[in-house]
């Protein structure tokens, strides 16, 4: 499962997911972070029976995690199987059936919104 985590640079500055990952022994995939002088954001992936375990655990540390139970969705009777999105996205997580119908690999994808902004059609709608 995916959590997206916020988290202060500024309490000490030590690395949290580091931290978690010396105090749970859970194998953390960082996909995604933004990390400026003051503050954090990291999208991660986690094993789904371990995902509440980590969670409990940033919180603890004083870092925020939320577990992410959406992500993309398709609206079928919108799409037109252009490709626009299959371009765009940066993670392969789009591409075409052998009929030509667009398939969605939510796995792959880092919610990093891009397909929602150059879909024509308005069809991709992310939710966190
Ligand atoms: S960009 Fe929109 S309309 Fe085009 S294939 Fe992707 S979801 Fe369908
Ligand atoms: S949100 Fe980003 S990673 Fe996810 S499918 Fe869209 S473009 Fe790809």
């Given at each position: 499962m995916k959590l997206l985590v916020t988290f202060s640079?500024?309490?000490?500055?030590?690395?949290i997911i580091a931290q978690v990952v010396r105090e749970t022994g859970v194998l953390i995939n960082v996909e995604r972070a933004v990390i400026d002088s003051s503050e954090g954001e990291a999208l991660i992936e986690v094993p789904d029976d371990q995902g509440r375990l980590v969670s409990e655990t940033m919180t603890a540390l004083g870092a925020h995690a939320r577990i992410l139970d959406h992500g993309i969705t398709v609206n079928e009777s919108e799409c037109?199987?252009?490709?626009a999105c299959i371009s765009i996205c940066p993670r392969e997580a789009f591409t075409f059936d052998q009929e030509y119908k667009l398939k969605l690999d939510?796995?792959?994808?880092?919610?990093?919104s891009r397909c929602v902004d150059a879909c024509p059609h308005r069809a991709l709608t992310l939710l966190l």
């Open positions: 640079r500024r309490k000490g500055g030590k690395p037109v199987d252009c490709g939510e796995g792959k994808c880092v919610l990093c």
